[in-house]
């Protein structure tokens, strides 16, 4: 059961509409129920993470013209996430070797709490990767990112 609640002072969750209110109803007062919250995804910051990318993607293609621009930055932005740590391994059919598939971003794939550390993570792995050797200027703008 999803339920809209609201946090109140001292701890207190209390019901954010009256759908919550009555499904809040078949629990009995006093008994400890078993629940996962979830922060809910920052939309302004996930924009955020996507201007990153694309000023790190515009960097390091450095004016240089990629017949599928589009596909070049997805396939960039997915070498970017593995980089910064955030994969998962995907085994060959024969089981022999395997591949790594960078996780997805999606806000249904990753709480805001994970977000945020993969961002992090993706800093860094650009730092290392991408503008170890930045100018001034470029060094400035990637530090708005931060």
């Not at 809209?4 to 129920?33: H, S």
């Not at 589009?70 to 910064?84: E, N, P, V």
Request: glycine share 6%; with cysteine; net charge negative.
């Amino acid at each position: 059961m999803k339920l809209e609640l609201i946090k109140q002072a001292g701890g207190v969750l209390v019901p954010a509409n009256d759908y919550t209110a009555e499904k809040l109803t078949k629990f009995k007062t006093g008994n400890q129920f078993p629940a996962e919250i979830k922060l809910p995804r920052n939309q302004a910051f996930h924009g955020k993470v996507f201007a990153f990318f694309q000023f790190c993607f515009e960097h390091w293609a450095g004016g240089h013209e990629f017949q599928q621009e589009s596909l070049q930055f997805d396939s960039f932005r997915k070498q970017l996430t593995i980089s910064a740590g955030f994969y998962d391994q995907v085994f060959s059919l024969n089981k022999s070797d395997f591949t790594l598939e960078a996780k997805s971003l999606s806000f249904g794939s990753m709480d805001q709490e994970e977000f945020e550390a993969c961002y992090n993570a993706l800093i860094q792995a650009a730092m290392t990767n991408i503008f170890h050797s930045a100018d001034e200027q470029t060094l400035n703008h990637l530090i708005s990112f931060f």
